[in-house]
């Protein structure tokens, strides 16, 4: 059984960092990407970043250049640094694992942690 922790959340004032950790437990050698989203209060779930097991990122426009997708040597550790922080990016955060099923189809967002809470504020 799959399991996503994220850690790392809290309250930072603008322009500061964060580092938040997602740990996954479990195995299922079907993953192929995992990746970090937010959803901001009255707004919907949003992708931040995403890196693949081949090593490929992609990010949110609103987040180019200021934050950062990582994962450790063993893939089972996902990190998300964050700079440079503004009250917009207040909102939870969820780290999430996509898979490919037994037909090589995507399935995006199969796992999904319980969210950790990063607010900007001064």
């Known amino acids: 059984q799959v399991q996503l922790v994220e850690s790392g959340g809290g309250l930072v004032q603008p322009g500061g960092s964060l580092r938040l950790s997602c740990e996954l437990s479990g195995s299922d050698y079907s993953i192929n990407a995992m990746g970090w989203h937010r959803q901001a209060p009255g707004k919907e779930r949003e992708l931040v970043a995403r890196i693949s097991r081949g090593g490929g990122t992609e990010y949110a426009d609103s987040v180019k250049g200021r934050f950062t997708i990582s994962e450790d040597n063993y893939k089972t550790i996902v990190y998300l640094q964050m700079n440079n922080l503004t009250p917009e990016d207040t909102a939870i955060y969820y780290c999430?694992?996509?898979?490919?099923?037994?037909?090589?189809?995507?399935?995006?967002?199969?796992?999904w942690g319980q969210g950790t809470q990063v607010t900007v504020s001064s």
């Open positions: 999430n694992a996509d898979r490919l099923n037994g037909w090589g189809q995507a399935e995006l967002g199969a796992y």
